[in-house]
């Protein structure tokens, strides 16, 4: 179901289950949670979340859906689960990053804007498909839309549960890049070329700011910090032996 793999410091997890275009079992989420708390205890400094074989994830494999008919707790349980892998994902202090290439479906779309960017490649598509199943979208995730792609937008994907392109999808604020995949290797680069102090802080800023925070006395002595320390010193002697 799920592949870990590290290119230097950044760990990818893979959704690997193309035949089924990697939708998630419930015990997918359990595997997604599970390797999220293994990358938090490595000196990983990306997660990037993608899926094989030219498809991100279908979302919530419908295979398993039979059994929550009359089955309230087990439906909560899957929910939970949901939950629990996302909520994972988005405590981890280093950048994630979503790198999707084709469908990109229901849950799927849940995972990817969980992550802090989403990167896709010119042939991804997203449709967003609870109510054509007489379901619902846990509201954690209504709310990450919402906050991505404010209410108007949200309405129409949830509503219409129709498919959008990945031009769309930028134009809306669902997705920040549209890159074939070697420019998208190359951001990567980019962002671990930075100071992981100043990710971690700068991702903190930006979760607190989501959250309404306009002030926080935590991110000042962090500020403080980082600009009292050494590797400003040694970045900028860094810069200037370039010019």
Partial sequence: MLRLGCEGKIVYLTLDRP???????GEGWDQIAERIADVARTDARLLVVTGAGGTFSAGVDLSE???FEGQVAEAARLR???RTALDRLRALEIPTVALIEG???????AL????????????ARFAITPAKLGIAYPQEDVHRLVRLVGAGQAARLLFTAGMIDAMEA???????MVEAPGAAKSILKGILGNSAASLAVLKRSIRLTAQGVRSDPEQDRLFDELLAGTE???RLEALRAET
Avoid at 103 to 109: L, R, W
Avoid at 170 to 176: A, Q
């Fill in 112 to 123: 990817a804007i969980a992550c802090d960017l989403r990167i896709a490649a010119p042939e």
């Fill in 65 to 67: 859906f039979d059994a």
């Fill in 80 to 82: 939970q689960r949901i």
């Fill in 170 to 176: 930028r134009r809306i604020g669902l997705v920040e």
């Fill in 19 to 25: 035949a089924a275009r990697n939708a998630i079992t």
């Fill in 232 to 234: 400003v010193r040694e």
């Fill in 103 to 109: 469908p990109c479906y229901g849950s799927g779309v």
